[in-house]
C-alpha cells in the first residue's frame, strides 16, 4: 500500500519532496513497479547500458530534458531518447555511464547532476539491459550537443509527463509478435517505446500505478 500523501498536488512536487521519495521505501515501490513496463524477451544476452532521466529547476516549474537523436544511428535513430548509452569498461557503476553519457552527447556537467537514485532495470526490445538514473539538474545550462548522436534537445514540463492522461498504451505486431508499448506525443515530439515507458516507470515508481496527481 502506498502512502496516503504520495499523490501530492503538482505545485507541491518540489525538489525537497523528490528526494524524500528516492530516500523513502525507494526498494519496496521498486518491486511493485518492475513488471509493469518490461517488453517480453527472448533468452539472449543484453548489452548494459545507462540513461540519465535529467529533471531540470526552471523557475516556471521542472522539466525533463530529452534528445532526439540523428537519423543517421545505428539503434534508434530518429528516436526521443534520454542522454546515455552502452557502459563502458572504465565505467564503475551505471551511474558513472549515465553522468559521462549525459556530458559528452549534450554537455551537461558533472556538477549541475544531483543525482537522486535509480528507477527499475528497463531491458528493451532492441537487446539492451537499462539503469534509468533520475537527477536534478541546475541550470544555467550551457549544452553542447555532439552532433553526430543529437539532433534536436527539448524540456516538457514535468506536469505533462505526470498526468496519466497524457500516457497512452498502444500495439504493434513486430516479427509475428504482439507489442505493447508506452507513447506522450509533445509539441511535435513522439516520446514512445522505452523512453515514454521509464517515464511511465518514473511516475509509478513516486506515486503508485494508480495515482491520479492534481492540479
Not at 127 to 149: Q, R, S, W
Not at 182 to 187: G, I, L, N, Q
Request: aromatic share 8%; net charge negative.
Amino acid at each position: 500500500m502506498y502512502p496516503q500523501d504520495s499523490s501530492p498536488r503538482l505545485d507541491a512536487i518540489t525538489p525537497e519532496w523528490l528526494r524524500e521519495r528516492f530516500v523513502s521505501g525507494s526498494a519496496e515501490r521498486a518491486r511493485q513497479v518492475q513488471h509493469l513496463h518490461q517488453l517480453t524477451m527472448p533468452m539472449q544476452a543484453l548489452r548494459s547500458a545507462a540513461v540519465l532521466v535529467p529533471l531540470v529547476l526552471r523557475p516556471s516549474g521542472m522539466t525533463v530534458l530529452l534528445t532526439k537523436r540523428t537519423d543517421h544511428l545505428k539503434d534508434h535513430a530518429g528516436q526521443v531518447s534520454f542522454p546515455g548509452g552502452r557502459c563502458e569498461p572504465e565505467d564503475i557503476t551505471p551511474i558513472q555511464t549515465a553522468i559521462r553519457e549525459a556530458q559528452e552527447e549534450v554537455g551537461l556537467e558533472p556538477q549541475q547532476i544531483e543525482v537522486l537514485g535509480t528507477l527499475p532495470d528497463y531491458d528493451t526490445g532492441t537487446g539492451f539491459h537499462v539503469v534509468p538514473v533520475v537527477a536534478l539538474i541546475h541550470p544555467p545550462l550551457n549544452l553542447k550537443l555532439d552532433d553526430f548522436e543529437v539532433a534536436d534537445v527539448f524540456e516538457p514540463p514535468l506536469s505533462f509527463i505526470f498526468d496519466k492522461t497524457n500516457h497512452q498504451r498502444h500495439r504493434v505486431e513486430a516479427r509475428g509478435k504482439l507489442r505493447e508499448f508506452w507513447a506522450m506525443p509533445w509539441e511535435g515530439f513522439y516520446i514512445w517505446g522505452a523512453t515514454a515507458g521509464m517515464l511511465v516507470s518514473l511516475h509509478h515508481f513516486l506515486f503508485g500505478p494508480q495515482a491520479e496527481i492534481g492540479e
